[in-house]
């Protein structure tokens, strides 16, 4: 149909078409116009007249907020959680609020794990230089010495840091969600700290035996609790303890510390039977002035303890009679001192 009305009337198809084209040609011009408008406004600078300076809190008190006793973090006046849009149509504003607030976050991640976790910081690379980029990792007490067991924790890239896993988590949620401080805290308690472990049953069991004969036996990172215990409580252990075996022990008395009168005990009462190629109960070269090392019989630390089993307990053994021979002799002298001063009496009447 438009071809016979075209073919009828070609005057007017002419005209239409030609307006057709100038009408395009118009809005591709506004729009290239528009385009380059735009291109020459600066549209950060645009939003930067409306901002106020970016200018935020130092510390968590100065944001006015604060975690309360379920790790949650809540505005100190209203007790209302974290609200991101402080400023309504300012979102470069509130996200660099945000981070501002996040950096403060970090921080006092840190000081959870150095507080309440006991970590300590470790600086990377372990050789650095002055001019040289470095980074750091927190370390338990026991990371590097406990034979038994060891929990590393990776976090993900971004923003978070050593100690979480989201801060994200953090801010909106609570600590225990968006850290690695439950991870931490119960791989402390499951491992337990010997150390304490063993004060805490020499404290409450041991030390109210009737047992008048104590004899100890550590292998291995107990060797390094029992030393640690002789620390806290040298004058009970020399006085309840009769002889101590140690296997394969982990203790160092120059790291822990302990006293010249410790060492020179241990020299006297106990014996640390250690992986050698030697045959079992050879005996070696002190490594440190305190307890002498003899061979277990086996390179094998795990079977440092079944290999000197019965030296061990001829140990004790011996140990105990030489004790119960002093105790006879100290009770000869009494009885024959008594005895004697009897009988000079007699003779003066």
């Known amino acids: 149909m438009f071809s016979h009305l075209c073919a009828a009337i070609p005057e007017l198809c002419i005209l239409w078409i030609t307006m057709a084209q100038i009408a395009g040609q118009e809005d591709r011009e506004k729009t290239t116009a528009l385009k380059d408008l735009l291109s020459r406004i600066d549209l950060d600078e645009l939003m930067k007249k409306d901002e ?25 006046k209203t007790g209302e ?54 980074s750091f990792i927190y370390l338990s007490p026991d990371a590097l010495s406990n034979p ?55 404290d409450h069991f041991v030390s109210k035996a009737a047992a008048k004969n104590v004899f100890i036996m550590a292998h291995s990172y107990g060797g390094l609790s029992f030393v640690e215990l002789m620390n806290q409580r040298e004058m009970q252990v020399k006085n309840r303890a009769c002889a101590v075996a140690l296997t394969d022990s982990a203790h160092n008395i120059w790291l822990q510390e302990t006293s010249k009168g410790t060492q020179d005990w241990m020299q006297q009462h ?30 094998r630390h795990e079977l440092t303890s079944w290999m000197s089993f019965n030296s061990i307990f001829r140990f004790f053994s011996e140990v105990l009679e030489a004790k119960e021979d002093e105790e006879a002799v100290e009770t000869s002298n009494i009885v024959t001192t008594r005895s004697s001063s009897l009988k000079n009496k007699h003779q003066d009447l």
Not at 53 to 64: C, G, V
Request: proline share 7%; charged share 25%.
């Open 52 to 76: 106020p300076p970016f200018t935020f809190p130092k510390t968590l008190e100065e944001f006015e907020y604060a975690f309360n006793e379920y790790g949650q973090l809540r505005h100190i």
């Open 81 to 134: 959680p974290f609200v991101f849009n402080a400023r309504e149509d300012l979102h470069r504003w509130n996200q660099k609020r945000y981070e501002a607030l996040g950096e403060i976050i970090t921080q006092y991640v840190y000081e959870l794990l150095e507080k309440k976790c006991n970590m300590t910081k470790a600086i990377l690379p372990v050789d650095t230089t002055e001019d040289e980029a470095t």
């Open 148 to 202: 038994s067991k060891l929990l590393v924790l990776v976090q993900g890239s971004g923003v978070v840091r050593a100690g979480q896993w989201a801060r994200r988590l953090i801010i909106n949620q609570d600590l225990d969600s968006g850290t690695q401080i439950p991870f931490i805290t119960r791989a402390i308690e499951e491992n337990g700290s010997s150390e304490e472990h063993v004060l805490y049953v020499w």
């Open 270 to 299: 106990c014996s640390n039977w250690v992986s050698s190629p030697e045959p079992l109960d050879t005996p070696l070269d002190p490594m440190l002035p305190d307890c002498p090392r003899v061979s277990a019989g086996t390179e």
